[in-house]
């Protein structure tokens, strides 16, 4: 669109390793990440003027595959695109920044003694700041205010859900359970040796606060007030004429609400990683034949243009700021001319409550690399984890 000028091949599908000879006569060649492990002879072995990674957080975890193929590109110059250098923790900035500018961070080791360990774990603000300094002649960064100043405004609503009954009574089950459980693992192996017994206990907890049925404990009927509040909104929102994305991490979750639209005869397309036809379910959309999509985080958090929104719903919020903001800027962006309406389901006096708490931590953490000021809050510890199921 902006370089008519230059020849562009597209390595892709199953034919793509008969491109090879054409190569040399593009200027530009674009492939996807998937396809690194499998041809990384064919782009890894020649010389490129450039190497450009798009969502960049994807080589987040120095130990994959492709982080580690890609590491071994031949490029004179390497550059990096992301809306989120950094989601859960520095390590993701280190893995990252190796690519981009490889060795000046130092090795993943001395990383984590030198930066890591003093700003996640005891909140030193001025290796924060320190750090700062040293990343900020390597980021341009441009703040979506920056570049889009004529955006409308995006207003944020905290829908709280009060469940009862037998939902409630779960949820408590559950989480005494659990926190005994946790509590255990906690004090017979330690945190770094706990994370499978402490992230099976969140999801249980989560699993509960969206709708009992997720647990598949037994065949007790437990209404879902979550659920109902959706619909709820849901139809009121359609009778105002709203355009609806809603977003779960669960596909089961989606699988529910597909079943409630349907009974009620609510149109929709669906968005997971097992969707097909994706470009018919956005199109679909897009062009006003349905008025909700329903999309996993997973398979539509990133990538996609959904600009005939108006209303985001996150039907099950979690701790990372970077996931939910990348999935509610799909209708939030460049093109949008209406108000976009978040809203964020929470239930009332549960974990999702707490998880509130942890994501100004981590708000705040990503926030310190941009901040002279170097103010960070803490990496989870066995403390937020009790909390969590206090």
Not at 82 to 96: A, C, D, F, R, V
Not at 319 to 341: L, M, S, Y
Request: proline residues 4%; charged residues 30%.
């Amino acid at each position: 669109k902006f370089v008519p000028g230059l020849k562009v091949l597209v390595f892709h599908g199953a034919a793509r390793k008969e491109l090879v000879d054409q190569i040399p006569e593009h200027d530009i060649v674009l492939t996807t990440y998937p396809l690194i492990a499998r041809d990384h002879e064919l782009i890894l072995g020649r010389d490129w003027h450039m190497a450009i990674l798009d969502e960049a957080q994807t080589i987040k975890n120095p130990n994959a595959a492709t982080t580690r193929w890609l590491g071994a590109i031949k490029a004179s110059h390497r550059f990096c695109l992301t809306g989120t250098p950094m989601e859960n923790h520095l390590g993701e900035l280190w893995s990252i920044m190796s690519f981009a500018n490889p060795g000046y961070l130092g090795d993943k080791t001395a990383f984590t003694r030198n930066w890591r360990t003093p700003i996640e774990k005891e909140g030193n603000t001025m290796r924060a700041a320190a750090l700062t300094r040293r990343v900020k002649p390597f980021l341009l960064r441009r703040t979506k205010e920056e570049v889009a100043s004529e955006l409308p405004a995006k207003i944020d609503i905290v829908e709280t859900v009060e469940i009862d009954g037998k939902q409630r009574d779960l949820y408590d089950s559950i989480r005494a359970a659990m926190a005994t459980k946790v509590r255990k693992a906690l004090e017979e192996r330690g945190l770094a040796r706990s994370h499978i017994v402490v992230l099976e206990a969140l999801l249980r907890l989560r699993q509960v606060c969206c709708d009992p049925r997720l647990v598949k404990l037994d065949k007790v009927e437990r209404p879902s007030a979550k659920l109902d509040r959706l619909m709820e909104m849901v139809e009121e929102l359609l009778s105002e004429g709203r355009k609806i994305i809603i977003f779960s991490q669960f596909t089961s979750m989606l699988a529910l609400i597909e079943e409630r639209f349907e009974a009620a005869d609510i149109g929709y397309e669906l968005l997971t990683g097992d969707t097909r036809d994706r470009k018919r379910a956005i199109e679909a959309f897009q062009n006003g034949d349905s008025p909700v999509f329903l999309i996993s985080l997973k398979a539509g958090g990133v990538g996609l243009n959904l600009t005939a929104a108006d209303t985001v719903i996150i039907y099950d919020p979690w701790w990372n700021p970077a996931v939910e903001a990348q999935a509610i800027d799909r209708a939030h962006r460049i093109g949008q001319d209406k108000k976009v309406f978040v809203y964020r389901l929470v239930t009332a006096g549960t974990i999702e409550e707490k998880i509130g708490e942890l994501k100004l931590r981590k708000q705040a953490l990503a926030d310190s690399l941009f901040d002279r000021e170097g103010n960070v809050g803490k990496a989870l510890t066995e403390d937020d984890i009790a909390a969590l199921l206090s």
